[in-house]
T-cell receptor, first 112, second 112 residues
Framework: SQKIEQNSEALNIQEGKTATLTCNYT??????LQWYRQDPGRGPVFLLL?????KEKRKERLKVTFDTTLKQSLFHITASQPADSATYLC???????????FGQGTTLQVKP | DAGVIQSPRHEVTEMGQEVTLRCKPI?????LFWYRQTMMRGLELLIY????????DSGMPEDRFSAKMPNASFSTLKIQPSEPRDSAVYFC??????????FGPGTRLTVL
């Protein structure tokens, strides 16, 4: 069956360190993958999109990799700050239709 | 731009009552999505529209749920009759084609 897995446990890191979040999937062949940030009581906010023919994408302190052989995406936040504390969701397209399937999300806590 | 607008922000109702959630997408966006988010199941797609036409409603839990999009600037999600297990946060999102989705602030529904 199709499955998207993100670290279910919260990730706690020290300010200034690099946070790495993982998104694994099975039985999907997504044309692209997206990462969103969600703060408590708010809707998800888009961060980055990476296509199947792209290995890596960067935006400021954020970096996403996409390995279609491993069926995995890694999301990195360098020089992390307490303001980066939030839940991060990965989402796969389903059949190149615009329809997204979301993972459960990983909660990141950056301690000062 | 005001972003995606949802109303009401909070709704408390009793079991058996009809509930109507409303969404105004971002002007110019041609795709609209309704999601439900709970701790147990995460963010689930209920239904999505493209150019006001329902494309995929496979996520709608049962016949008690219905959604309409009478024009490009308005959509409703109706639950009739509501049940306690429908308690969740309901999000509306809009997008242009195969791009990032913009989420509204959500409606927190509590069914007693």
């Amino acid at each position: 069956s199709q499955k998207i897995e993100q670290n279910s446990e919260a990730l706690n890191i020290q300010e200034g360190k690099t946070a790495t979040l993982t998104c694994n999937y099975t039985n999907y062949s997504p044309a692209y993958l997206q990462w969103y940030r969600q703060d408590p009581g708010r809707g998800p906010v888009f961060l980055l999109l990476i296509r199947e023919n792209e290995k890596e994408k960067r935006k400021e302190r954020l970096k996403v990799t996409f390995d279609t052989t491993l069926k995995q995406s890694l999301f990195h936040i360098t020089a992390s700050q307490p303001a980066d504390s939030a839940t991060y969701l990965c989402a796969l397209d389903s059949g190149n239709t615009g329809k997204l399937i979301f993972g459960q999300g990983t909660t990141l806590q950056v301690k000062p | 731009d005001a972003g995606v607008i949802q109303s009401p922000r909070h709704e408390v109702t009793e079991m058996g009552q009809e509930v109507t959630l409303r969404c105004k997408p971002i002007s110019g966006h041609n795709s609209l999505f309704w999601y439900r988010q709970t701790m147990m199941r995460g963010l689930e797609l209920l239904i999505y529209f493209n150019n006001n036409v329902p494309i995929d409603d496979s996520g709608m839990p049962e016949d008690r749920f219905s959604a309409k999009m009478p024009n490009a600037s308005f959509s409703t999600l109706k639950i009739q009759p509501s049940e306690p297990r429908d308690s969740a946060v309901y999000f509306c999102a809009s997008s242009t084609g195969l791009n990032e989705q913009f989420f509204g602030p959500g409606t927190r529904l509590t069914v007693l």
